[in-house]
């Protein structure tokens, strides 16, 4: 009964959320002058139309591993802002080393993850460092590292350094194919390796957290840090090695694309995945399947923006319509949670015996 | 005690470090002041411009008008999109001309625009999706579109692409449209060196990339040229692969009250929606400023401060786009030229105003001397 019930909060609030936010959505739409309706048709056709669907997924597997990383902060009140940022240098500097070693094909992939996952969590470490030993807020130490990556990046790409000019464009030496990522042909596109890994991620996210030690003492420290001290639990060494798993999830975003697709970290590679991370974490609730299906929905409407720019209806209504999405998931958790707290406080209240001379 | 000793003998070293380093950074400050040969402050030594025999840089006659009724255009923009007052702009302008003067349909032309820090599959979709409707040619505007174009016309063969800022792509159905940004802008840099009253003049940049970097080269030649002794401040707004620096007005206004403040009187502003800030700057200042990709005097939205924007450094996407519509409508799309410079008219500088008027033979005889191969305009710094 309770699981059932549960269960039913968890879907009836997103749904009535994504609900609310298509209606508003096809308002704005209406208001604008174009169709709502050739807005759903468009959108639903596109996935049907060369390889949007396969980019769907691929999209989403790196929100996914930003969504990851972000909530692992989340679950202990930790507010990592700088995944951006630490994602960004990882994927630079891994790209800059995958270019430039020379190793056989599986031994290569693997020491380019294992750099990325190494310069995610150093990113990270200074913040970390600074928050459990000086009580500085990582959000603001985060937000300011990303700024710094941003420099970072633009030193070590430059000509001089680590980078080849290419056009206008610049980019870290290519990944030879002894470091690729080999992905699953589907159709005319391909759905790159890493998206399994990032599903393995997944189910390691939930075991770590719900089936561990380390994870209930990262989880109680978020509920109430002085409780957990005083159940013995190290609150330095659970924010450190709680961000500093952050920043090493974070450090595998730019992966997926860098090892299945582009092969270098040029000036034009994506930004923005840490931020989305955010918003998809809040929407999946912290929860890896919730976080999954998140992932896949924000890439879904990611490409949606562009199908509809094509056929000339504003791609901003995305933009809106994510917003609304992630606001109204929000206010809908809050009313779900609130009709069932007065549910159980009236099925408590019909349970006790009432008192005597109170029946008429 | 023996321990006090020994403090008190490395204090003695720093305070003796300190006092050289200090002594070193004054000289070095002083040495900087006073350079420039002796001559007096805003005086520059002009060198006169060569002279060129003028059949030698006759510009490319104007191509014949084609029928582009039955084409259907598409057009993918780089981020900002049509209305920037800057580069995409100019790639929009390009397309209104094309339907003003070939016949195009407007309803058969399709534009579409990238979004910020967008993944390399929107890009390859966007053009993707426009091949697939039927849209041929397909027109990319801006080098972030390069391996899209790459992926898409290999799956289109028979649909012809352009891409705008961009050489790398070597497909038949690919034609390249770049320009030669550093000529343009040796002539602007050269109008900056004869009008300054300072001999200091300023540079700011979008974002450090090597496309921007091609507008300083060739600005900073052009200065040089004229007057060898010149100052010439050169700053960028944010650096490689942070693209803010082309729209960050209040950062432009910064560094261009910075660059006015230490003795510029003149700054070129390569930095798309950003040279906005460095407008207002050198209206505050009382400065002069150079404006970058279009003839951004005639800008409708900056009215207010055109006083200040002596000329622009011209870089024609209109006349490439158009070109490359009226070359796909002719069938002349091989004789299109390799590369947009001052002898097609693919880059120059504007004379609204009338600023540079007491200085067009010069600059004119620069024009010559690029145009005829005298003056050769490096395109890195």
Avoid at chain 1, 36 to 48: F, I, N
Avoid at chain 1, 304 to 316: H, K, N, T
Avoid at chain 2, 230 to 235: E, L, M, T, V
């Amino acid at each position: 009964m309770t699981a059932v019930a549960r269960l039913r909060g968890a879907v009836v609030a997103p749904l009535l959320a994504i609900g609310v936010a298509g209606l508003l959505c096809a308002v704005a739409l209406l208001v604008s002058g174009a169709s709502p309706w050739t807005a759903v048709t468009t959108v639903l056709s596109q996935l049907g139309s060369g390889t949007v669907a396969v980019d769907t997924v691929n999209s989403a597997a790196v929100y996914y591993l930003a969504a990851l990383a972000v909530a692992v902060g989340f679950q202990m009140r930790l507010f990592n802002i700088g995944v951006e940022g630490q994602f960004r240098v990882a994927a630079c500097v891994a790209a800059i080393v995958g270019g430039t070693v020379v190793l056989p094909p599986v031994l290569h992939t693997l020491l380019i993850i294992v750099v990325a996952v190494l310069t995610g969590a150093a990113w990270i470490a200074i913040p970390a460092l600074l928050k459990a030993y000086r009580g500085v807020s990582e959000v603001i130490s985060t937000i300011m590292l990303n700024a710094i990556a941003t420099g970072m990046i633009a030193f070590l790409i430059r000509p001089e350094t680590f980078g080849e000019l290419r056009g206008n464009n610049i980019t870290t030496p290519p990944i030879p194919e002894s470091g690729w990522f080999p992905g699953v042909p589907v159709g005319s596109g391909t759905i790159f390796g890493m998206v399994f890994v990032a599903a393995a991620l997944g189910v390691g996210y939930w075991f770590l957290l719900g089936r561990t030690r380390f994870g209930f003492e990262l989880r109680a420290s978020g509920e109430s840090t002085t409780a957990a001290s005083a159940g013995g639990v190290n609150a330095r060494r659970t924010i450190v090695v709680a961000l500093l798993l952050s920043g090493a999830i974070a450090g595998l975003i730019g992966l997926p694309e860098l090892l299945g697709r582009d092969h270098a970290y040029t000036l034009s590679s994506p930004q923005g995945y840490g931020f989305t991370g955010i918003a998809i974490a809040l929407l999946g609730r912290n929860h890896p399947v919730g976080i999954a299906l998140g992932a896949l929905l924000w890439a879904f409407l990611d490409k949606s923006a562009v199908a509809l720019d094509v056929v000339g209806i504003p791609r901003e209504i995305v933009l809106i319509m994510q917003g609304l999405i992630v606001l109204s998931v929000v206010v809908a958790y809050e009313l779900v949670r609130r009709m069932e707290q007065r549910a159980e406080q009236r099925r408590v209240a019909a349970g006790t015996p009432e008192p005597v001379g109170a029946a008429s | 005690m023996r321990i006090d000793q020994r403090i008190g003998r490395r204090g003695r070293l720093v305070t003796a470090i300190a006092v050289m380093a200090v002594t070193a950074l004054a000289l070095a400050g002083c040495a900087r002041d006073t350079g420039g040969g002796g001559t007096a402050q805003g005086e520059c030594e002009r060198v006169p411009p060569p002279s060129v025999p003028a059949e030698s840089a006759q510009p490319e006659p104007e191509k014949p008008k084609a029928d582009a009724s039955a084409l259907k255009v598409g057009l993918a923009y780089d981020i900002g999109g049509r209305g920037d007052a800057s580069f995409n702009d100019a790639a929009a302008a390009g397309l209104d001309r094309a339907v003003a003067e070939l016949g195009l349909q407007k309803a058969n032309t399709r534009e579409a625009t990238a979004q910020p820090g967008e993944s390399e599959d929107a890009g390859t979709t966007r053009l993707r999706q426009l091949a697939e409707q039927g849209f041929d040619p397909v027109i990319a505007v801006g080098f972030n579109y390069a391996t899209g174009v790459d992926t898409v016309a290999k799956e289109f063969p028979q649909t012809q692409f352009a891409i705008v800022d961009d050489d790398t792509v070597d497909l038949p159905n690919v034609t390249p449209l770049v320009f030669a940004e550093e000529q343009g802008s040796f002539l602007v840099g050269a109008a900056a060196a004869l009008t300054t009253g300072t001999c200091a003049i300023g540079f700011v940049g979008g974002v450090d990339s090597p496309l921007i970097q091609k507008f300083e080269a060739g600005y900073e030649q052009g200065a040089t040229a004229v007057a060898p002794d010149i100052r010439i401040n050169a700053d960028y707004i944010s650096p490689a692969g942070d693209f803010s620096g082309f729209n960050d007005a209040t950062r432009g206004t910064e560094i261009a009250a910075g660059q006015y403040d230490s003795g510029a009187d003149i700054s070129f502003a390569a930095a798309g929606q950003s040279n906005q800030g460095v407008f207002a700057a050198a209206q505050a200042a009382g400065t002069r400023a150079i404006g970058v990709d279009s003839d951004q005097y005639n800008s409708p939205q900056l009215t207010d401060v055109r006083d200040v924007i002596m000329t622009s450094m011209i870089k024609r996407v209109d006349v490439a786009v158009y070109d490359y519509v009226n070359a796909v409508a002719g069938n002349t799309v091989d004789a299109l030229p390799e590369r947009f410079d001052l002898r097609n008219d693919g880059v120059g500088y504007s004379t609204s105003g009338g600023f540079v008027d007491d200085i067009r033979p010069q600059l004119e005889a620069y024009k010559a001397a690029i145009m005829a191969g005298e003056i050769q305009v490096s395109s890195t710094p």
